[in-house]
């Protein structure tokens, strides 16, 4: 079955790069999409950016140029960076598949990132 | 981009009761394919969001017929019909016409 999860540090300082790593099984890269999902606490969710299966990327403009995400295919893994992290960038960070058009239908359990100063 | 404005429930709901989500959209989500790029999920406490329906009205797989969306252009409502313990959690609409995808604020679900 489909399954997704997330990997990263639990703490990064302030102004330091996230990086966490989204770990597929259940489908191929190459055929589905990856996107990226962020929830600070207690607050709602925000899109940051995909991993298209042909291997192109986008990303929300809100995160200017700070955000970068690749992909390893022979690892089925999906690679979130983001670097000059503030505290507002505390949140839980999810990798999610877009098999149909526009939705998200399978989601990771999330990791929750703290910036500290 | 576009702004997903979703509507609050009289919480707390007794257990069997028919609730309706509502979510209004800034822009007409039908595309000229025929289809309506507005989607639902819940997130349970503590949990992922899971993916209740898709392009406003195809139930996602293995969820309960007690949940159903309908809508038009940019005004869609989620129905929950005889909600139950397991529904508790949070509703959010998203739209899936063009990026960046945007979600609604949430619906939460209390049950009395």
């Known amino acids: 079955q489909v399954q997704l999860k997330e990997t990263g540090p639990d703490l990064v300082q302030l102004t330091q790069t996230l990086s966490i790593t989204c770990t597929v099984s259940?489908?191929?890269?190459?055929?589905?999409?990856v996107h990226w999902v962020r929830q600070p606490p207690g607050k709602g969710l925000e899109w940051m950016g995909a991993?298209?299966?042909?291997?192109?990327?986008d990303y929300n403009s809100a995160f200017k140029s700070r955000l970068s995400i690749s992909r390893d295919t022979s690892k089925s893994q999906v690679f979130l960076k983001m670097n000059s992290l503030q505290t507002d960038d505390t949140a839980k960070y999810f990798c999610?598949?877009?098999?149909?058009?526009?939705?998200?239908?399978?989601w990771g359990q999330g990791v929750m990132v703290t910036v500290s100063s | 981009d576009i702004v997903m404005t979703q509507g609050a429930l009289p919480n707390p709901v007794p257990s069997g009761e028919s609730v309706s989500i509502t979510c209004r959209s800034s822009?007409?989500?039908?595309?000229?394919?025929?289809?309506?790029?507005l989607n639902w999920y819940l997130q349970r406490p503590g949990q992922s969001p899971q993916l209740l329906i898709y392009?406003?009205?195809t139930r996602a797989s293995g969820v309960s017929d007690r949940f159903s969306g309908s809508g038009s252009g940019t005004d869609f409502t989620l129905k929950i019909s005889g909600v139950e313990a397991e529904d508790v959690g949070v509703y959010y609409c998203?739209?899936?016409?063009?990026?960046?995808?945007?979600f609604g604020a949430g619906t939460k679900l209390e049950l009395k």
């Open positions: 999610a598949s877009r098999t149909g058009r526009g939705y998200f239908d399978y």
């Open positions: 259940g489908f191929s890269l190459t055929t589905y999409n």
């Open positions: 991993m298209w299966n042909g291997g192109g990327t």
């Open positions: 822009k007409s989500l039908l595309y000229s394919d025929g289809k309506t790029y």
């Open positions: 392009w406003m009205s």
């Open positions: 998203q739209q899936g016409l063009e990026f960046p995808d945007t």
